[in-house]
């Protein structure tokens, strides 16, 4: 009957969102792990007799936050025979103030279940690869997580904040077993070092998208480059099953038996980021020459605006940066961001400025000097890029920037105006 209640709980939780807690604290605290309670384990024993765990493992889709893959666990009553995938991605593009939170990173997620062959049917519908990894539990640890997923459950207890690499589907399943484990989960996978990045799993995942790839080369700040070890590279399903499958529990394998269910017939996500630093150099130095050629056309107009757009889509995306670093919950990994040195509030003044650089007015002297000290800053934000203590991997970044804030500030004062030509003739 309790499993029936908790598959109920779930159900209903797919109705929608409502009122939850603010943040990641859920409303009554969790049930006491195993060993906390010998009266408590033999009944958890006994209850986990007939259960088993399951860990599925879901291959990338095609929206943007598809690409990095899902990931469900699932119970499975022998007696009942109720199957239940426990899911923690559940969110809603029409709750209230959805993009306000997305922009804060406050967005709000909970957890729901469905039967699961019909969950899986689901993916398999959207051509994704299925793994499949039964768990090696023992009856009281089965029995302690269906306590816990049942208190997850809850109406007060399934909401949380979801963070892109510190809180979301894939590591609350994480955090579920570690806790069922007793934390033996952490320290296996803290002390496991890992090759990878926030920054180049990002890069690796959103290759295909460039817009997508491109706003999360300049959001990423220095954090985004701190190297992982597995309980961080957890974040995506895909490591967090890679790592599961090699983990001990009480001397066994943790995965008891292992399997692809399902493949996709899609072209697979590469196994390294992209190096585009050709590319962005390229396109740095292009449009510098085109400012240079251009300088002259129509009597400075088109550079006028050409100057303007490019230091008017640099100061929007430098305010951005800036609010996300400062007043966001992206801050962790939007913080400490070099970009900001070459792309920030300052360029929108630039912005409003350089149509009268050509001037001897005061607007005019300041469009020449905003142009220089733009060009400063970005020339000190590639010199820190190969500082240690200052290093991050937004190198791509600045070989597009650089050049273009080089030559505004190279031709700024030699374009000369309509009214001083009149002049000398």
Same mark, same amino acid.
């Given at each position: 009957?309790?499993?029936?209640? /908790?598959?109920?709980?779930?159900?209903?939780?797919?109705?929608?969102?409502?009122?939850?807690?603010?943040?990641?604290?859920?409303?009554?605290?969790?049930?006491?792990?195993?060993?906390?309670?010998?009266?408590?384990?033999?009944?958890?024993?006994? +209850?986990?007799?007939?259960?088993?765990? &399951?860990?599925?493992?879901?291959?990338?889709?095609?929206? /943007?936050?598809?690409?990095?893959?899902?990931?469900?666990?699932?119970? +499975?009553?022998?007696?009942?025979?109720?199957?239940?995938?426990?899911?923690?991605?559940?969110?809603?593009?029409?709750?209230?103030?959805?993009?306000?939170?997305?922009?804060?990173?406050?967005?709000?997620?909970?957890?729901?279940?469905?039967?699961?062959?019909?969950?899986?049917?689901?993916?398999?519908?959207?051509?994704?690869?299925?793994? %499949?990894?039964?768990?090696?539990?023992?009856?009281?640890?089965?029995?302690?997580?269906?306590?816990?997923?049942?208190?997850?459950?809850?109406?007060?207890?399934?909401?949380?904040?979801?963070?892109?690499?510190?809180?979301?589907?894939?590591?609350?399943?994480?955090?579920?077993?570690?806790?069922?484990?007793?934390?033996?989960?952490?320290?296996?996978?803290?002390? &496991?070092?890992?090759?990878? #990045?926030? %920054?180049?799993?990002?890069? %690796?995942?959103?290759?295909?998208?460039?817009?997508?790839?491109?706003?999360?080369?300049?959001?990423?700040? +220095?954090?985004?480059? @701190?190297?992982?070890?597995?309980?961080?590279?957890?974040?995506?399903?895909?490591?967090?099953?890679?790592?599961? @499958?090699?983990?001990?529990?009480?001397?066994?394998?943790?995965?008891?038996?292992?399997?692809?269910?399902? &493949?996709?017939?899609?072209?697979?996500?590469?196994?390294?980021?992209?190096?585009?630093?050709?590319?962005? @150099?390229?396109?740095?130095?292009?449009?510098?020459?085109?400012?240079?050629?251009?300088?002259?056309?129509?009597?400075?107009?088109?550079?006028?605006?050409?100057?303007?757009?490019?230091?008017?889509?640099?100061?929007?995306?430098?305010?951005?940066?800036?609010?996300?670093?400062?007043? #966001?919950?992206?801050?962790?990994?939007?913080?400490?961001?070099?970009?900001?040195?070459?792309?920030?509030?300052?360029?929108?003044?630039?912005?409003?400025?350089?149509?009268? +650089?050509?001037?001897?007015?005061?607007?005019?002297?300041?469009?020449?000097?905003? @142009?220089?000290?733009?060009?400063?800053?970005?020339?000190?934000?590639?010199?820190?890029?190969?500082?240690?203590?200052?290093?991050?991997?937004?190198?791509?970044?600045?070989?597009?920037?650089?050049?273009?804030?080089?030559?505004?500030?190279?031709?700024?004062?030699?374009?000369?105006?309509?009214?001083?030509?009149?002049?000398?003739?």
């Amino acid at each position: 009957m309790r499993t029936r209640s /908790v598959l109920v709980a779930f159900v209903v939780g797919l109705m929608g969102c409502g009122a939850g807690p603010v943040d990641n604290v859920p409303a009554t605290p969790p049930p006491p792990p195993p060993g906390a309670s010998a009266t408590l384990d033999s009944a958890r024993a006994t +209850r986990g007799e007939s259960l088993e765990f &399951t860990v599925y493992t879901y291959g990338p889709g095609d929206a /943007v936050f598809e690409r990095f893959g899902h990931i469900a666990l699932a119970m +499975r009553d022998s007696v009942t025979g109720e199957d239940v995938a426990f899911n923690w991605g559940m969110f809603d593009f029409n709750q209230p103030n959805f993009l306000g939170r997305f922009l804060t990173g406050d967005t709000k997620y909970w957890m729901a279940g469905y039967r699961t062959d019909q969950f899986n049917a689901a993916y398999r519908g959207e051509d994704r690869t299925i793994r %499949r990894q039964v768990l090696a539990l023992t009856p009281t640890q089965r029995g302690a997580l269906y306590d816990f997923l049942a208190w997850n459950a809850q109406e007060q207890n399934k909401y949380y904040r979801y963070d892109y690499y510190r809180d979301n589907c894939s590591t609350r399943v994480r955090d579920a077993l570690d806790w069922v484990l007793g934390g033996t989960l952490k320290t296996a996978f803290s002390t &496991t070092e890992g090759h990878h #990045t926030w %920054r180049d799993e990002t890069a %690796r995942i959103t290759a295909s998208d460039l817009p997508v790839y491109a706003g999360i080369e300049i959001a990423l700040g +220095r954090n985004a480059d @701190a190297h992982l070890d597995a309980w961080g590279e957890s974040f995506l399903p895909e490591r967090l099953a890679h790592h599961l @499958a090699s983990v001990s529990a009480g001397g066994d394998r943790l995965v008891r038996s292992d399997s692809v269910i399902f &493949t996709a017939q899609r072209t697979p996500l590469p196994d390294v980021a992209p190096t585009r630093l050709l590319a962005a @150099a390229l396109l740095g130095l292009g449009f510098a020459a085109v400012l240079f050629l251009v300088r002259g056309v129509a009597g400075g107009t088109l550079l006028s605006v050409l100057g303007v757009t490019w230091y008017a889509v640099g100061g929007v995306l430098g305010t951005a940066l800036l609010l996300a670093a400062t007043v #966001t919950k992206h801050a962790p990994y939007m913080g400490s961001n070099l970009s900001l040195l070459a792309l920030n509030p300052l360029l929108l003044v630039a912005a409003a400025c350089w149509p009268w +650089r050509t001037n001897a007015s005061r607007v005019g002297r300041a469009a020449v000097a905003l @142009a220089r000290i733009i060009a400063v800053f970005a020339v000190l934000a590639m010199v820190l890029l190969h500082v240690p203590m200052f290093a991050q991997g937004s190198m791509v970044v600045m070989l597009v920037v650089l050049p273009v804030h080089l030559m505004l500030a190279l031709i700024a004062p030699a374009v000369p105006s309509a009214l001083s030509r009149a002049g000398r003739n």
